[in-house]
């Protein structure tokens, strides 16, 4: 049966987001929890029959930044921007050589240390956790970047308000807000959780300070683009395969009250949507993020454990809208076949898009390994079973 389109996406997106039904369900690609790594990209992109050279829009997780050829391709209804880097910052990749093997290293704002070799050019992994040895009294004075530096947010309106104005997409912000999983960046993840339960009083301190970039952050990025963004985008990642990687009490007690303070900021400063990112099985904390503020939940991780879509859209649905669950990226994308990534792609949509509230992408990154074949069925089912007459 033809179907036919009647929403521009901006406004199709605008509906699903307020739970309202729109012409089909909105289609995303391209941000950093809903990206596709530049091995996939580049085979895709072959496969297709489209020219482009390969950028990188994130050099830890080795996206690569889609062209307007391949969204168009996939009906893609929303477009990212992101601020930048402060003016004094130095950053770029830096070549070394270790034990006879080149490594890429980027050590970013904070002090840590991403490296990757070359000869296996697959992601960044943390090689230098700044503040692994450190005390309370180290993390107060250490060298902290600036949230609120001008350079960040240099031209970023004028390229906001060329995409509200020229295109007819929604406007979405690039990954920010991440008060969280910056801190055992910054320690060490080992370290860090055992901290959660042993030193609660160092915790504190370095979230102190991470909320306080963020917010400093957020007061000069919406003075610049709150109006114009429809979506942001927050997240770190609290759970894992089987559950949270810490106790809801531990959440409650150290990190939901900074999770929250930094919301409430953010939807006092703007009308756009707050999405919130966290991989795994977050089912015991979801209350927690809407009580935060949250209204998009992000990846929507179906394959851990208590994450049935059609569960969560039936306990959650009036209240939280889901963005991603569109297949199992663990075994079904990529390893299954076309017809396999299809069936499971049209029961996800079926599950999640009732009522609107749902916004389809993958389940995080489209993986390296990925065959082009089912990265088009996952998009064309998408747009062929989203439509809701």
Not at 206 to 220: E, M, Y
Request: charged share 25%; hydrophobic share 40%.
């Amino acid at each position: 049966m033809s179907r036919k389109e009647t929403l521009t996406a901006r406004a199709r997106v605008l509906k699903a987001l307020n739970h309202e039904t729109p012409d089909r369900v909105p289609i995303d690609l391209g941000g950093n929890q809903t990206g596709i790594h530049k091995n996939a990209y580049l085979k895709l992109i072959k496969h297709l029959g489209i020219r482009d050279d390969l950028q990188i829009m994130d050099s830890v997780q080795q996206l690569a930044r889609p062209c307007e050829a391949v969204l168009e391709r996939f009906h893609v209804d929303t477009r990212y921007i992101a601020a930048g880097a402060a003016a004094d910052w130095k950053g770029g990749i830096v070549r070394t050589i270790r034990e006879g093997r080149a490594w890429q290293n980027l050590t970013d704002e904070f002090g840590v240390c991403w490296s990757m070799p070359e000869d296996q050019a697959l992601y960044m992994d943390i090689t230098l956790h700044p503040l692994a040895d450190a005390t309370v009294a180290e993390v107060r004075d250490y060298p902290w970047p600036r949230g609120d530096d001008p350079g960040r947010f240099a031209g970023l309106r004028e390229r906001a308000l060329q995409l509200r104005k020229d295109t007819p997409y929604a406007v979405v912000s690039g990954i920010s807000g991440v008060v969280y999983e910056t801190c055992w960046y910054l320690r060490g993840l080992e370290q860090w959780l055992c901290d959660l339960l042993t030193n609660p009083n160092f915790c504190e301190a370095v979230l102190d300070q991470t909320l306080k970039f963020w917010l400093d952050w957020f007061r000069a990025f919406l003075d610049e683009v709150g109006d114009v963004v429809d979506v942001i985008m927050i997240g770190d990642d609290l759970a894992g395969q089987e559950g949270l990687l810490f106790s809801p009490a531990v959440y409650r007690s150290l990190v939901k009250p900074r999770h929250k303070k930094l919301v409430q900021y953010i939807r006092s400063r703007t009308q756009a949507k707050i999405w919130y990112h966290t991989c795994g099985s977050c089912l015991a904390v979801i209350p927690d993020l809407l009580d935060n503020g949250m209204q998009i939940l992000n990846p929507v991780q179906t394959s851990a454990r208590n994450m049935d879509p059609a569960a969560l859209k039936n306990r959650f649905g009036r209240d939280l809208v889901f963005w991603g669950g569109g297949c199992d990226s663990q075994h079904v994308l990529p390893r299954g076949t076309p017809t396999d990534v299809s069936a499971d792609v049209r029961k996800h949509v079926t599950a999640l898009k009732p009522g609107g509230g749902y916004v389809f992408s993958n389940i995080h990154n489209i993986q390296g390994e990925v065959p082009p074949e089912n990265i088009i069925a996952l998009y064309d089912t998408a747009y062929e079973y989203g439509f809701y007459a």
